[in-house]
T-cell receptor, first 112, second 117 residues
Framework: DAKTTQPPSMDCAEGRAANLPCNHS???????VYWYRQIHSQGPQYIIH???NNETNEMASLIITEDRKSSTLILPHATLRDTAVYYC?????????????FGAGTTVTVRA | NAGVTQTPKFRVLKTGQSMTLLCAQD?????MYWYRQDPGMGLRLIHY???????AKGEVPDGYNVSRLKKQNFLLGLESAAPSQTSVYFC????????????????FGQGTRLTVV
């Protein structure tokens, strides 16, 4: 799997958009970008994933640059409950790729 | 719609004791994973399985064994517990084929808090 780089922490004001960057400059053509988050003491939760097109669901939007070397997760209206560690992962689903490995992630603190 | 269920949720062991953690999923997922998470750290992969009857080592497999005799269950065993194995253990499952394509996102259990004294 390609490695990812995320800032260790960031703050966000409640009600504002939170933009979480992720660098994955060595991503391969068949690797997807996944985002998960882990709220304190809970199991990680899937947020969204994409290959090259921008994606949106009820939780967030994912913007992937044209060269696919970086992406941004957008939480459109952050709430206090969005305080969590956010993980950016890139992985393929080829016949030889099974591992799901997490890095250190970004600790996001939403402040009132 | 249970998803991924881990048993037990809490356990205290004495050094040298053995125990088995059970993970069960009802989503017909092919892949299952065991992770450990220590305070202030990220998740580290212990072992994983790509299908019934198959297992493989992850990043930190020493001191643990696993079995996947049934597709829906993935067991993590500690043969002789050590204080260094005090941690929160998470199980996850992923990957299934559906009419609309592949479901690739992973689902996690709520964790097992293990303390070895």
């Amino acid at each position: 799997d390609a490695k990812t780089t995320q800032p260790p922490s960031m703050d966000c004001a409640e009600g504002r958009a939170a933009n979480l960057p992720c660098n994955h400059s060595t991503i391969s053509g068949n690797e997807y970008v996944y985002w998960y988050r882990q709220i304190h003491s809970q199991g990680p939760q899937y947020i969204i994933h994409g290959l090259k097109n921008n994606e949106t669901n009820e939780m967030a939007s994912l913007i992937i640059t044209e060269d696919r070397k970086s992406s941004t997760l957008i939480l459109p209206h952050a709430t206090l409950r969005d305080t969590a560690v956010y993980y950016c992962i890139v992985r393929a689903f080829s016949s030889n790729d099974y591992k799901l490995s997490f890095g250190a992630g970004t600790t996001v603190t939403v402040r009132a | 719609n249970a998803g991924v269920t881990q048993t037990p949720k809490f356990r205290v062991l004495k050094t040298g004791q053995s125990m088995t953690l059970l993970c069960a999923q009802d989503m017909n997922h092919e892949y299952m994973y065991w992770y450990r998470q220590d305070p202030g750290m990220g998740l580290r992969l212990i072992h994983y399985s790509v299908g019934e009857g198959t297992t493989a080592k992850g990043e930190v497999p020493d001191g643990y064994n696993v079995s996947r005799l049934k597709k829906q269950n993935f067991l993590l065993g500690l043969e002789s517990a050590a204080p260094s194995q005090t941690s929160v253990y998470f199980c996850a499952s992923s990957y299934s084929k559906a009419a609309g394509g592949l479901n690739t996102e992973a689902f996690f259990g709520q964790g097992t808090r293990l303390t070895v004294v």
